[in-house]
């Protein structure tokens, strides 16, 4: 039952978004000394009561003392004034303790009677534990068994494994030689093919030049072929997406701002040992944000050319597929992991394996951010997602979020980025009550292509930091 | 200016009088031009991870309530409400979405952790230990978040007065006076006319049919009729059989009757035995208004009411309303002897204000037609307008 009360209190204070809280005790001052300035308070309270002053300035003390004798009677009734109030309130700070050691000592009786409870339902347990302790001797007895029959078995399909293996890699050694000619003869028929298509073009303006009709244009069978045979022969794109990169997406202080709300995100990491890991770092444009704010961090990208571009920045970049990355890290080891355009890269069930990674690696109170492109705004969903060859498909922020929450992070938030320079421009207003649809349609449009181009989804592994 | 307003609500799955209330706000809204968006989750969903905190089966079925609010509060936190330029919550706890300008219709609480709290450890639905502590943790997440409400428009002065009690939320707080959920009649039967006493409510705990129930067997020459259906309609039938076979005791104390808890029994399976009570289970709306039109009386037993439509509607009828003192905001509607009667809390008391009124019938007419009269102020004219208001404020 406390359990539960506790695992209640807990939840309450999840969802009040409380951290732990530090109990600060009073400390109370020194018994002794209070004790010591007493006794020489008592000491000294009688001032006119003092000795006879002696040595040879006697007679000037002596007129001294008993012109001022007045005062000094009086100093005498404030000093045993003082005393008694001092003496009431240390009466009453004993009393106070006499009270709190008698709770202190009904508490220790309770906290006897539980252990009482504890050590007879600990004598119940051992009983428990010598019976489970024998089951447990015959079950490993039976382990080990079955174990040596497991062990033989091993040995059998081991063999029969070896020997699958040596003929799957005939098979595959055969298969690749097969592939490599066909490839070959496929080039070789695509070249014909394409001398055969100049020779027809020729042919048709020569026949067009006398003024036959001309042959109908290539069936969609025809072009797909063509397209087949040509992949065949499309060279590496990294090199290729660098310059993509490049050309679409300059580096500078733009940047830098775009990135700064993230750098608050994560500002808890600074000085942590557990870095931020950002997945498909490219150039590294926002890991050199993050270095400027002191934020450790270290980037994946799996284009060596653009590691090459980052590492020329100085930064901590690694040639990693991030899955397999991330799968090599222990659990609770990661601060962040961050993917600036990436997740559209990839397909639903890798960003699924993806996320349940990245939640076991993250500290308790751990972030991932993930950015990528606004499927709601259509000018992105429609247009400009698919300027990126690699993309694989757009992502719906609620299916983002959803996702992340169901993996069993926290604390999910969708942030909309990056709205055109004309979605900030106000929507003219029209008085006619029949125009007010026409208003929000054209609020609707502006948001479809002028609204926020990206989007952010945040998720917090649940734990304190 | 046309806004775009977002309504959170959580769906549970039922069409009940707030959905009726929700479809009025939105036809409202969307006449005056603004453009509606209904974000809704499903609220019998059971993530038993609240707050990414696995709970296991046997401590979720300690407090299934609490833990099932808990899935709820994070659902409604992850709402993406923010294009909308207004947004309304609704039922709890969808006030805890965040927004500059939130406005929120406050029906209710979670009533087992506020004004029934005692009721339900009172019953033993509960274990009090585990009940106070969730009782305290439900209080401290609401009061949070109301706190952080633009503006509250409660649904009746009752609730706004547990607003302040529980939650502190005593500025930018206005109330709203839902109409009727059909219009009232344009003819309705003469004043003081009617041949029985009639209870509309839900059979659920606690609605106090039981009290009624207990009346009738009490008032053995008055006729009764009740209407409605719910999980102790079955209870029902089987105590209004027994009162039938072996008269009805003339005091039995509430915990007897309808504090503690009774396991479910299967209406169609309990014999119904022929008395001056007729529970009917539910009616059609044409049926409903025949037995309104033909009461001489209305009876609303349940205890600490929100509100109470079904007695606005029976006074659109004429007819008087009788309501127990403890009736929460019943007792706002009924005035003793003006417009009906506020009786105690007991079978005996309702037995007596039914035979008083049947006897009576001057007395019956005159509360009637006062009652008349008091229901004709809620219209939903007035709670739009009362709306409005309130939307202008969030606004402001």
């Given amino acids: ?465 | 200016m046309p806004l775009r307003v977002a309504i959170v609500k959580p769906d549970w799955r039922i069409r009940g009088g707030f959905e009726l209330v929700v479809d009025r706000l939105v036809e409202h809204l969307t006449t005056h031009g603004h453009y509606v968006d209904m974000l809704t989750f499903d609220a019998s969903h059971t993530d038993r991870r609240p707050f990414g905190v696995r709970v296991s089966a046997t401590e979720w079925d300690r407090c299934p309530l609490f833990f099932g609010y808990l899935a709820q509060v994070e659902a409604s936190r992850a709402v993406t409400a923010a294009r909308a330029d207004l947004v309304i919550s609704t039922q709890p706890p969808s006030f805890v979405v965040d927004h500059p300008r939130h406005l929120s219709i406050f029906y209710h609480h979670i009533r087992p952790y506020y004004e029934l709290s005692d009721v339900f450890i009172r019953s033993t639905m509960v274990d009090e230990h585990m009940h106070l502590a969730t009782t305290s943790a439900v209080r401290q997440i609401d009061a949070d978040a109301i706190g952080r409400v633009r503006h509250v428009m409660a649904g009746s002065e009752t609730v706004a007065g547990r607003l302040r009690a529980y939650n502190d939320r005593t500025d930018r707080l206005s109330v709203f006076h839902a109409g009727p959920n059909s219009p009232p009649p344009v003819e309705i039967a003469p004043f003081g006319s009617g041949h029985h006493a009639l209870c509309v409510s839900r059979h659920d705990f606690p609605k106090r049919t039981e009290l009624f129930v207990h009346a009738a067997a009490l008032a053995a020459g008055v006729q009764c009729e009740s209407v409605g259906t719910g999980g102790r309609l079955g209870y029902l039938r089987r105590l209004a059989g027994e009162f039938a076979l072996g008269g009805a005791p003339p005091s039995m104390t509430a915990e007897e009757l309808w504090l503690a808890p009774h396991p479910y029994i299967d209406p169609d399976s309990v014999h119904v035995v022929s008395s001056n009570l007729r529970l009917a289970g539910a009616v059609s709306d044409d049926e409903l208004g025949h037995l309104y039109r033909d009461a001489f009386c209305v009876v609303a037993p349940a205890l600490l009411e929100d509100y109470g439509l079904t007695v606005i509607e029976a006074m659109s009828h004429g007819k008087p309303v009788i309501v127990c003192s403890d009736g929460g905001h019943l007792c706002h509607f009924v005035q003793h002897e003006v417009n009906g009667l506020v009786v105690e809390p007991t079978g005996p008391a309702i037995a007596a204000a039914m035979r008083l009124l049947d006897d009576d019938r001057v007395l019956a007419a005159r509360l009637g037609e006062a009652a008349r009269d008091t229901a004709s102020t809620f219209t939903w004219q007035r709670a739009l307008c009362e709306f409005d208001d309130a939307l202008e404020m969030t606004m402001s």
Avoid at chain 1, 11 to 40: E, F, K, N, Y
Avoid at chain 1, 41 to 68: H, Q, Y
Avoid at chain 1, 225 to 246: G, H, Q, W
Avoid at chain 1, 306 to 332: F, I, K, N, T
């Fill in chain 1, 1 to 465: 039952m406390s359990d539960t009360v506790q695992l209640i209190e807990d939840l309450t204070d999840r969802a009040l978004g409380r951290t732990d809280q530090t109990v600060l005790l009073s400390r109370s001052p020194s018994r002794a000394i209070v004790h010591d300035h007493l006794a020489s308070a008592v000491a000294n309270a009688t001032v006119d009561e003092m000795p006879s002053p002696a040595g040879r300035t006697r007679f000037v003390k002596r007129i001294v003392l008993k012109l001022g004798g007045f005062s000094l009677t009086r100093q005498r009734a404030v000093n045993q004034a003082t005393i008694g109030v001092v003496n009431a309130l240390t009466g009453e700070i004993d009393h106070l303790s006499a009270e709190l050691e008698q709770e202190r000592r009904r508490s220790a009786a309770a906290m006897a009677a539980s252990e009482v409870a504890l050590l007879s339902s600990n004598r119940h347990n051992r009983g428990l534990v010598e019976q489970l302790t024998e089951r447990l001797n015959t079950l490993s007895r039976d382990h080990e068994r079955s174990q040596k029959q497991f062990a033989a078995e091993l040995l059998r399909i081991t063999s029969m494994q070896d020997e699958a293996n040596h003929d799957l890699r005939s098979l595959v050694a055969n298969t690749q030689g097969r592939l490599e000619d066909a490839r070959s003869e496929a080039m070789a028929d695509a070249n014909k093919l394409r001398v055969t298509e100049r020779r027809l073009a020729l042919l048709k303006e020569q026949i067009g030049a006398i003024g036959a009709p001309t042959r109908p244009a290539s069936s969609e069978a025809e072009v797909a072929a063509v397209d087949e045979l040509a992949d065949l022969r499309l060279p590496d794109l990294s090199e290729v997406y660098e310059r993509f990169e490049a050309h679409f997406r300059p580096a500078g202080s733009a940047l830098d701002q775009r990135f700064a709300g993230y750098v608050t995100d994560l500002e808890f990491l600074i000085g942590s040992n557990a870095p931020v890991v950002d997945v498909g770092t490219g150039r590294g444009d926002f890991l050199a944000v993050l270095v400027a704010a002191g934020i450790p961090c270290r980037g994946l990208d799996m284009n060596p050319e653009a590691v090459d571009s980052a590492r020329a920045r100085g930064l901590d970049v690694a040639v990693a597929e991030a899955l397999q990355y991330l799968c090599e890290q222990p659990d609770d080891s990661i601060g962040a992991v961050t993917a600036i355009h990436v997740v559209e890269h990839l397909p639903p069930a890798v960003l699924l394996e993806l996320i349940d990674e990245i939640t076991r690696v993250l500290i308790p109170g751990g972030m991932v951010i993930f950015e990528t492109p606004n499927s709601t705004n259509l000018a992105v969903g429609a247009s400009s997602f698919y300027k990126d060859p690699t993309h694989h498909r757009p992502i719906h922020p609620e299916y983002l979020a959803f996702l992340l929450h169901d993996r069993g992070l926290v604390d999910i938030a969708t942030r909309f980025l990056n709205p055109l320079p004309e979605f900030e421009q106000a929507i003219p207003s029209f008085a006619e009550p029949g125009f007010r649809g026409l208003e929000l349609l054209l609020d609707d449009m502006r948001w479809a292509l002028k609204g926020p181009q990206d989007y952010a989804t945040l998720g917090r592994r649940p734990g304190s930091r």
